[in-house]
Each structure stands twice: as C-alpha cells, then as structure tokens.
C-alpha cells in the first residue's frame, strides 16, 4: 500500500522569533513514526505549500530513511 503525507504541518512545522526569524523544524516523533510506517508503506511526501521549503533540513534525515 502507499502512504502519502504532506510535509507541511504534519511532519514538519515553522516558527518564528525575533531573534532567529522563520525556521523550519521537524515535528517531534518523526523518526520513531517514520521507522513505524516505512516496512508497513510505499511513502510518498509531497509539498503543497507556495513557500520554499528547505529541504537540505531534512533530505540527510530522509535519505537515510531511502524517501528521496
């Protein structure tokens, strides 16, 4: 079966302070959902949002899980 997720707000979210400005942070729990899912799905994330998404954030992390 495939899974598709949308990166936005599920697995990721953004925040914002003076100090540091937008950042782009990974929800908490990811790795364990992502490791629960991943012998269970074909995963399939996709982006709907107009905003550029850093994905250098998390391409490491989801290279290492074979998403990209």
């Known amino acids: ?3 598709v997720i949308n ?4 697995l990721i ?4 302070t003076p100090k540091d400005g937008w950042r782009t942070q990974k929800r908490p729990g990811l790795d364990e959902f992502l490791r629960a899912i991943l012998p269970l799905y074909e ?3 996709f982006s ?3 905003f550029m998404v850093n994905r250098n ?3 490491n992390k989801f ?3 074979h998403l990209f």
Not at 13 to 16: A, I, L, M
């Open 1 to 3: 079966p495939t899974l």
């Open 7 to 10: 990166l936005e707000d599920l």
């Open 13 to 16: 979210y953004r925040s914002y």
């Open 43 to 45: 995963v399939v994330i």
């Open 48 to 50: 709907d949002s107009y």
């Open 57 to 59: 954030c998390f391409s």
């Open 63 to 65: 290279r290492q899980w």
